[in-house]
């Protein structure tokens, strides 16, 4: 099946740094990726579609400015947590849709981020 | 908008029981139903899908799913349990005409396995 990446997969930053996640698509090109993250014990929530090559959409509340998220090619996506703070800690996850028809997403291993 | 809802927050069985994990969704048309599991700090691993025709379908490591539509359901079953099951299983729906990579999750449902 196809592999998305997910690095790092874990990351410990000072608060008001700011953090770079990427998600790289090993063996397809991916036109759209996705960017979830998840709370302790909680389910996973949509932050955003990162479409390659034009602006990402964000899903309601959540701040695009302070999630950037750049798709500069056709396998690699990039998040990045502006000005961290402790309430930014989370487990992010990335995925991606195999545009040849297997129907499915797939997902990176995901990525906890420890704000301190 | 489509929604996802898992009942049980945490199960429990003893290795070798069967198992059953339930899911609701709410969704006007047909909807495209998922199962992943994800074991602690990692990724989601698809079980399985269901898109259209046999309301059974057939995943990977023994698991099975019913899409039943008159009860807006697609729980999850496993005849017998095998302690590597342990996990935390997510039902997913995708709204048709979307992209499959959109999805929403339930709450999820922890399994946890006693020997």
Known sequence: ?116 | AQSVTQPDIHITVSEGASLELRCNYSYGATPYLFWYVQSPGQGLQLLLKYFSGDTLVQGIKGFEAEFKRSQSSFNLRKPSVHWSDAAEYFCAVVAGGTSYGKLTFGQGTILTVHP
């Open chain 1, 1 to 116: 099946g196809a592999v998305v990446s997910q690095h790092p997969s874990r990351v410990i930053c000072k608060s008001g740094t700011s953090v770079k996640i990427e998600c790289r698509s090993l063996d397809f090109q991916a036109t759209t990726m996705f960017w979830y993250r998840q709370f302790p014990k909680q389910s996973l929530m949509l932050m955003a579609t990162s479409n390659e090559g034009s602006k990402a959409t964000y899903e309601q509340g959540v701040e695009k400015d302070k999630f950037l998220i750049n798709h500069a090619s056709l396998t690699l996506s990039t998040l990045t947590v502006t000005s961290a703070h402790p309430e930014d800690s989370s487990f992010y996850i990335c995925s991606a849709s195999d545009p040849q028809g297997l129907l499915e997403a797939f997902f990176g291993q995901g990525t906890r981020l420890t704000v301190v």
